[in-house]
């Protein structure tokens, strides 16, 4: 098997509870098209794309040690969404049942914000101001 036959690459896995409703939220929030779905004893795993980014959402099972934020008290991994306008995406995050963390500022060569959607995870919304990754003598973190 080829690496592209085998879609080679990392794809996160976002566990959740009320997988169908963090399923609308993503779709509404961040313009997320479904592509795959599967549904079975009141679980859903799906697969989603927000332009040509994949990610999974599933509802956590922690019998498999897959635990949604909810149950944890708080998320191990932050998301990066860029997009062209960050303020307006945040904005729809936010009308959508988003919190917002921080507003869209200028920060190390980025205009970005940070949510944390209704289901535990946080997605920082931005965009590079210029040629990323920066060139020598660009801003450092």
Do not use: K
Request: hydrophobic letters at 45%.
């Amino acid at each position: 098997m080829t690496a592209e036959a085998a879609g080679v690459g990392v794809q996160v896995q976002l566990s959740v509870r009320r997988g169908r409703e963090a399923i609308a939220f993503y779709r509404e929030a961040f313009g997320a098209v479904e592509v795959f779905c599967f549904e079975g004893d009141g679980e859903v795993v799906a697969q989603l794309a927000v332009g040509e980014t994949v990610f999974w959402v599933e509802d956590e099972s922690p019998e498999h040690h897959n635990f949604s934020p909810e149950t944890l008290g708080g998320a191990t991994e932050r998301l990066l969404l860029v997009v062209d306008d960050p303020s307006a995406v945040l904005e729809q995050a936010v009308a959508q049942g988003a919190r917002q963390v921080r507003p869209v500022e200028v920060a190390h060569g980025w205009l970005l914000g940070r949510v944390a959607d209704p289901f535990g995870h946080h997605w920082e919304i931005g965009r590079p101001l210029g040629h990323w990754p920066p060139r020598e003598g660009g801003p450092s973190i």
